[in-house]
């Protein structure tokens, strides 16, 4: 009869736990203990080469874009540069005239007021010809002025009337020619032709008030517009704007219409 043989109970356990539970015989995962990744450095290499790769062909790029467009750039810049210089060129030319006409109006102002009318007529024909600016104006409104003073009052009436209607002109100076033109021709103009070239003038605020309004006011008279005389003559009198020799005028030619314009006696008086 054959003997059983006997296992011992601990170790049978043992057994079990071992054949159920594999990993634990493995040893346990120790991360430092783990292969080391790649190379940081020769990736941190790899990277640079890269971003170098890639401004190279940035630079490539640019560099093909402003050789294609070099010229046009060239072109632009260089044609700038020309008309700046040009410019500079006219500008330099421009004030050396304006000094020029200017010295030649001073020569014939000095002319005028030393009383030599044919010299002062003689300076003043080239600006009047071509001066440019203002100054031509001013130059044809001193000739046409001479030729009045010399006599020559049809010349001088064309030649205010020439400047009036010059659209280019400034007005002011147009209005003075205007003003001018009149003062020459009045006792041959109808009263109605007056009226209707200086009402526009005669208006308080504007540059030629006293002026514009003196013959204005004449003219009401010969239309028999006292009423409307004596009222403007007072209004003349009073604007401090207005010459004083003209407000004088004015004041007297008020009082004769029965319009009072002295506001101070006593001043007045003394004037």
Do not use: C
């Not at 783990?34 to 790769?53: H, I, K, N, W």
């Not at 504007?206 to 006011?217: C, H, I, R, V, Y």
């Not at 004769?256 to 003394?270: E, F, T, Y």
């Amino acid at each position: 009869m054959a003997l059983k043989r006997r296992t011992h109970p601990l170790r049978t356990r043992q057994l079990l736990f071992f054949l159920k539970e594999p990993d634990l015989a493995k040893p346990p995962h120790n991360p430092q203990s783990s292969p080391a990744p790649a190379d940081t450095r020769e990736v941190a290499q790899q990277e640079g080469f890269l971003r170098e790769v890639d401004e190279a062909l940035r630079q490539d790029e640019a560099l093909a874009l402003f050789n294609r467009h070099a010229k046009t750039v060239a072109t632009v810049v260089i044609g700038g540069l020309a008309l700046f210089a040009a410019w500079l060129g006219w500008d330099h030319y421009r004030q050396g005239q304006q000094e020029a006409r200017a010295e030649q109006f001073v020569a014939a102002l000095d002319q005028l007021q030393a009383g030599s009318l044919d010299k002062a007529s003689a300076a003043l024909a080239p600006l009047a010809k071509d001066g440019g600016d203002g100054s031509q104006v001013a130059a044809k409104l001193l000739s046409a002025g001479i030729a009045a003073e010399q006599g020559h009052t049809l010349e001088a009436a064309s030649q205010f009337g020439q400047i009036a209607a010059d659209t280019h002109a400034p007005q002011p100076f147009r209005d003075l020619a205007t003003i001018r033109q009149i003062a020459l021709q009045f006792d041959s103009m109808k009263p109605e032709a007056v009226v209707a070239a200086l009402k526009p003038l005669a208006v308080p605020g504007k540059p030629w008030f006293g002026s514009a309004g003196e013959l204005l006011g004449i003219a009401y008279m010969k239309q028999g517009h006292n009423d409307l005389a004596g009222p403007l003559f007072a209004a003349i009198s009073r604007d401090k704007t207005v010459p004083e020799t003209i407000r004088q005028r004015s004041r007297q030619m008020a009082g004769l219409l029965g319009v009072d314009a002295i506001d101070d006696v006593k001043q007045a008086s003394q004037g």
